[in-house]
Nanobody, 123 residues
Framework: QLQLVESGGGLVQPGGSLRLSCAASGFTLDYYTIGWFRQAPGKEREGVSCISSSGGRVADSVKGRFTISRDNAKNTVNLQMNSLKPEDTAVYYC??????????????????WGQGTQVTVSS
């Protein structure tokens, strides 16, 4: 059974860092694109980043602060978030779609989703 599990969320002060992980089971990352999304209360879900064997992308809103990477040995995708701001507060989700995409797919194109992990940036 294909499953995605996020971890690494928590409470951090502005300017701090967190590293989110998305652990995949039931499939290997080689043939999939993994995306990170976030949703803040009262706001629409926003695409943050995605990665496949063709490379990674990050949204303009987080460029220079967030970095996405893959650990093939652990079948995991990581999202390193630095210089966090209060507006980064949201539930962060990872998602998977079969295929290797150079442009991040829309959220409604993904086939599988994790349960999400809360990130709160506050002093």
């Amino acid at each position: 059974q294909l499953q995605l599990v996020e971890s690494g969320g928590g409470l951090v002060q502005p300017g701090g860092s967190l590293r989110l992980s998305c652990a995949a089971s039931g499939f290997t990352l080689d043939y999939y694109t993994i995306g990170w999304f976030r949703q803040a209360p009262g706001k629409e879900r926003e695409g943050v980043s995605c990665i496949s064997s063709s490379g990674g992308r990050v949204a303009d809103s987080v460029k220079g602060r967030f970095t996405i990477s893959r650990d093939n040995a652990k079948n995991t995708v990581n999202l390193q978030m630095n210089s966090l701001k209060p507006e980064d507060t949201a539930v962060y989700y990872c998602a998977a779609i079969r295929g290797l995409y150079r442009v991040c797919p829309r959220d409604d194109e993904y086939d599988y989703w994790g349960q999400g992990t809360q990130v709160t940036v506050s002093s």
